[in-house]
């Protein structure tokens, strides 16, 4: 009864402590700054240890493993483990006991992710955004096609333009469930993403910083708002964080194979499958694009390795795995742009800052805005948060900033060490421009991602925060988040017993569990701006349209607002009634008596009919 009454005074205790934070947000940032001033101190202080004493791989947490579980080998293991040739002892009874842990603890994730995105999931979102509605009216007309699949296509040129998976996935769904034309029912590919995405980046944050951090990596973006939110929303970027995770995943558990001597069968197969991953990774969202940075980054530094391993040969064989698939998957959509250039260039060229008058102005204002999503202020736009909120919840934010520091307290270490007469160490920090060294480069992709996935958003010129165009900045911010968070828990280790600590970390993990079900199913899904956000009054006249008689002529009045953007000559606001009641084509138009007018129309419209307006709000 004791412990029960100490756990909960602790409970109440932080609570309060977060309440009060909370509320003074000056005081949460002054204790950021002065841990990671702390942090930084230790990283200087760093240069009075000899090189030995530093092992500035696991100082940090930030060695290569392997594989998961293997967090011992560094990437100059796995050299010297390719020349001999030798098998590595998949390890002891002990450690396949605490791999069992993680799968379990894995599982838990999965299922906290799961539930966070397919709770109450015909009711929130409620209503139906036109962007939404706009892919299920193109998937429908996919499922009329004869035969079903030659209806797929790689890009729709309509609302702005936008690549074709979603839609194409959204259309086996309506055809497998038998013409289902529900808003759930486009968003499920949303939420399946979602999941998987959250079980991605435990295998890729894992396979770079190990199981800890990896499954930190899982746990934060199962519980992150911003990735919840977008989880259950039918946007197709939210393709564009599993694609990519998974083929960074796929590419790097490769390369380390081969640098092991294990089965170039098994490598060249990881390899495949994650060339043809990053191959429909086109296909998702336009930010995407950027993304062949990264890989080209990590064949860089892969090759160096080969180069000092002797196992060139190998590389190249399998790096021409993932480069092939990719391209032959890549392929329809680049013919497709080939012949329609406009369609690759027109919508990201309109919204480029250079066609703005004052483009430095621009670019300068949204770099800060981006900055500050994270901690300070988030996107202002319902839809895609809680209005004006950071991106992160304030502890996760604060563990972004830890992140960050000990990842510049890796670089600057290995920057000193560099100078401290290790001519070897010197010598390839001075080849690799500062970046190719074995014990930084899991933290270089890190920041190599964050950085590339910044670039079309701080190139569009948002004057706020945007965090759908921003998505795919999350898998590395949630690492970052994870990183600080296990660094932080190392120190606690030193100060603070053992089942205190356990009981502390539970406690916040339970607390992070339940704000996030309340930010998102309580304080967002709730508030009446949010059916607003969604155009909730076209799905309700929807339901209006089709509990009329078919017999009945109905006409649509669509009243556009300024910004008016036609889809096939009728403004978007009617795509949420369009599909709602299946009247995309003019043959179920016709079939159903619903007829779409503009209002220089109305006067065509014969006397006693009945009339509807739909206004094109936001």
């Known amino acids: 009864m004791a412990d029960v009454n100490s756990l909960a005074t602790i409970m109440r205790r932080l609570l309060d402590c977060m309440g009060c934070l909370a509320r003074r947000r000056v005081t949460i940032y002054m204790i950021a700054i002065g841990v990671a001033a702390k942090a930084w101190r230790d990283c200087v202080l760093a240069r009075k240890e000899p090189l030995a004493r530093r092992s500035l791989g696991r100082k940090f947490g930030c060695c290569l493993p392997l594989c998961p579980g293997q967090e011992e080998h560094t990437m100059r293991e796995t050299v010297q483990i390719g020349n001999s040739g030798q098998s590595v002892d998949p390890g002891t009874a002990g450690a396949a006991a605490g791999k069992s842990k993680i799968v379990l603890l894995l599982l838990l994730v999965i299922l906290i992710a799961s539930f966070l995105r397919l709770h109450g999931f015909t009711s929130a979102p409620p209503g139906l955004f036109f962007d939404e509605a706009a892919d299920g009216n193109n998937a429908l007309e996919v499922t009329h096609a004869s035969p079903f699949w030659s209806g797929f296509k790689p890009f729709y040129p309509e609302d702005n333009g936008r690549e074709g998976l979603y839609v194409n996935a959204v259309a086996i769904l309506i055809k497998l469930t038998g013409g289902i034309h529900e808003p759930w029912i486009l968003r499920l590919p949303a939420a399946i993403s979602g999941i998987l995405t959250v079980l991605g980046i435990y295998f890729f944050a894992a396979e770079l910083f190990g199981l800890e951090i990896g499954l930190l990596s899982a746990f934060l973006l199962a519980i992150s708002f911003w990735h919840i939110n977008f989880s259950r929303i039918a946007f197709r970027a939210i393709m564009a964080p599993l694609f990519l995770t998974w083929s960074l995943y796929f590419l790097f558990k490769g390369f380390n194979l081969l640098g092991r001597g294990v089965s170039f069968r098994r490598a060249t197969s990881l390899h495949f499958l994650g060339g043809i991953l990053f191959g429909l990774g086109m296909y998702t969202y336009l930010a995407y694009r950027v993304s062949p940075a990264l890989v080209l980054l990590v064949l860089a530094f892969y090759w160096r390795l080969a180069k000092q391993g002797g196992w060139q040969t190998r590389f190249l064989r399998s790096a021409a795995y993932f480069v092939l698939s990719s391209v032959v998957v890549f392929l329809p959509l680049g013919l497709y742009f080939y012949s329609h250039p406009g369609s690759f260039f027109g919508y990201a060229a309109r919204m480029a800052l250079w066609n703005r008058g004052n483009p430095l102005g621009d670019l300068a204002s949204s770099t800060v805005h981006t900055f500050a999503m994270f901690n300070i202020a988030g996107d202002p736009n319902w839809r895609h948060n809680l209005q004006g909120s950071p991106e992160l919840s304030w502890p996760v934010g604060q563990l972004f900033l830890f992140g960050l520091f000990q990842s510049c307290c890796l670089i600057q270490d290995a920057r000193i060490a560099m100078n401290d007469g290790n001519a070897k160490f010197r010598s ?7 970046m190719m060294n074995r014990d930084c480069f899991p933290v270089v992709i890190l920041f190599a991602w964050f950085f590339v996935a910044m670039l079309p958003v701080v190139l569009s010129g948002a004057r706020s925060p945007h965090a759908l165009r921003s998505i795919l900045m999350l898998p590395p911010v949630i690492v970052f988040a994870a990183h600080g968070g296990y660094w932080l ?22 607390f992070l569990t339940a704000n996030a079900y309340r930010a998102y199913f309580v304080v967002w899904a709730q508030n009446p701006g949010v059916p607003f956000a969604f155009s909730n009054h076209s799905v309700l006249l929807a339901r209006e349209l089709d ?44 079939a159903k008596n619903i007829h779409y007018l503009s209002p220089a129309q109305e006067g065509t419209i014969p006397a006693g009919a009945l009339k509807f307006y739909l206004r094109d709000g936001l």
């Open 428 to 434: 390839t920090w001075r080849r690799f421009s500062g």
């Open 489 to 510: 828990y190392q120190q606690l280790q030193k100060r603070v017993r053992p089942a205190r600590l356990k009981a502390l970390v539970i406690i916040l993990l339970a």
């Open 547 to 590: 509990a009329l008689p078919a017999e009945t002529p109905k006409y649509v009045i669509v009243q556009p607002l300024d910004d008016l953007i036609l889809v096939r000559g009728i403004p978007i606001s009617a795509q949420p009634t369009m599909f709602i009641t299946d009247t995309f084509r003019p043959e179920e138009q016709k």
